[in-house]
């Protein structure tokens, strides 16, 4: 082998070693900044998040929500954050399935996801995890369904 050869490969070697040094300080660096939790509330009431400190908080399941048709339900969040985790079962129609499910607070929709089958798609369960960056009050949910099985909601709250 060549010395320019040799050079070459120690020089590579060396710029591997110092970009996965790189990489790893980077990774430590994102795992610090994730120890005090960071959480968005709204405690003055208005609608612009702030950002406070929550210590400690961890998730707690305040509801469980079902049914197959629409459905309108409210719940009261005490953290400074929450879930919504929402699964459905769509019936055999062999026409598209749909539910969405809407997010409300002081009657203002701040958050939409909707579940769709096609036509032809496999009738499998599926899921979709909400989270939403407000804290405490009063919040509601609104369903909407087009030719839905069963359908289940979750409410997680962060305290």
């Known amino acids: 082998m060549e010395t320019s050869t040799k050079v070459l490969l120690v020089a590579c070697f060396v710029l591997v070693a110092i970009l996965g040094f790189m990489i790893g300080v980077l990774v430590k660096l994102e795992e610090s900044q994730l120890k005090p939790l960071v959480s968005i509330n709204g405690g003055d009431g208005s609608s612009s998040p702030q950002v406070s400190t929550v210590e400690g908080a961890e998730w707690h399941e305040i509801a ?10 409210c719940f009261t969040i005490e953290g400074s954050k929450f879930k919504v985790v ?9 026409q598209p399935n749909t539910i969405q499910l809407d997010i409300i607070k002081d009657g203002e929709v701040i958050a939409t996801r909707s579940l769709e089958w096609g036509a032809t798609e496999y009738p499998d369960r599926k899921r979709e995890i ?3 960056p407000y804290g405490p009050g009063t919040y509601c949910i609104r369903v909407y369904t087009v030719d839905i099985e069963n359908w289940q909601v979750t409410i997680w709250d962060y305290y």
């Open 64 to 73: 469980t929500f079902t049914g197959s048709g629409d459905d309108y339900q």
């Open 86 to 94: 929402m699964s459905a079962v769509p019936m055999i129609t062999y």
């Open 130 to 132: 909400i989270e939403i």
